[in-house]
């Protein structure tokens, strides 16, 4: 591995079904997080996490939950998905706690789901 | 809350001339700004940063301007090649290690 993979590459999905999207990293970066890309709305944070172990919500965490319970990890579920979270989503890591971080993100090739 | 606007039509240069992207932003400067290339069906890649009390960045081809009294920063890159074609993504830092605030990206198109 090397940088940050994310599984599967792409999912169609029956509404009301849950869905785990993956997430891992090789970089031993402390810092992750999920976005969901939208078509004119740009990159939104849905849930992060700063070290293994804690998680926080991002600007549209509804409808989905995370764990972090290593460092290389970052899962993200939906736990019934709904047409509307129909998206690209991306996986990205930082290594926020180096002295010198500005937080540049390393991001995952994504996952497009679609929601029927 | 915080809005960040980049030039939503895509913009189309010929190759060897210099493309400007835009980010400008409303309410108060980040601490730093980011930009990001994103190429289609791939997640986005840091390109570079520029700190609030640089003026100016530079980087081989790529140079960035950020100015904090029109809230905006420049995003520049010269001698274009079609393999600049992209999207080219801003993004906004509060703090150090803060988390990012993205535009919604500009296409950028380089014909030969």
């Known amino acids: 591995i090397a940088g940050i993979t994310q599984a599967p590459t792409s999912q169609i999905l029956a509404a009301g079904r849950r869905m785990t999207l993956r997430c891992t990293q090789d970089?031993?970066?402390?810092?992750m997080y999920w976005y969901r890309q939208d078509l004119g709305l740009g990159l939104r944070l849905i849930h992060y996490s700063n070290t293994a172990g804690t998680t926080g919500k991002g600007e549209v965490p509804d409808g989905y939950s995370v764990s972090r319970a290593n460092t290389d990890d970052f899962p993200l579920t939906l736990a019934s998905a709904v047409p509307s979270q129909t998206s690209v989503y991306f996986c990205?890591?930082?290594?926020?706690?180096?002295?010198?971080?500005?937080?540049?993100?390393?991001f995952g090739p994504g996952t497009r789901l679609t929601v029927l | 809350s915080q809005k960040i606007e980049q030039n939503s039509e895509a913009l189309n240069i010929q190759e060897g001339k210099t493309a400007t992207l835009t980010c400008n932003y409303t309410n108060y400067s980040p601490a730093y700004l980011q930009w990001y290339r994103q190429d289609p069906g791939r997640g986005p890649v840091f390109l570079l940063l520029?700190?609030?009390?640089?003026k100016e960045k530079r980087k081989e081809r790529l140079k960035v301007t950020f100015d904090t009294t029109l809230k905006q920063s420049l995003f520049h890159i010269t001698a274009s090649q079609p393999a600049d074609s992209a999207t080219y993504l801003c993004a906004l830092v509060y703090n150090q290690g803060g988390k990012l605030i993205f535009g919604q990206g500009t296409e950028l198109s380089v014909k030969p």
């Open positions: 970089m031993r970066h402390n810092a």
């Open positions: 520029i700190r609030e009390n640089e």
């Open positions: 990205a890591s930082s290594d926020s706690f180096r002295r010198s971080s500005y937080n540049e993100q390393f």
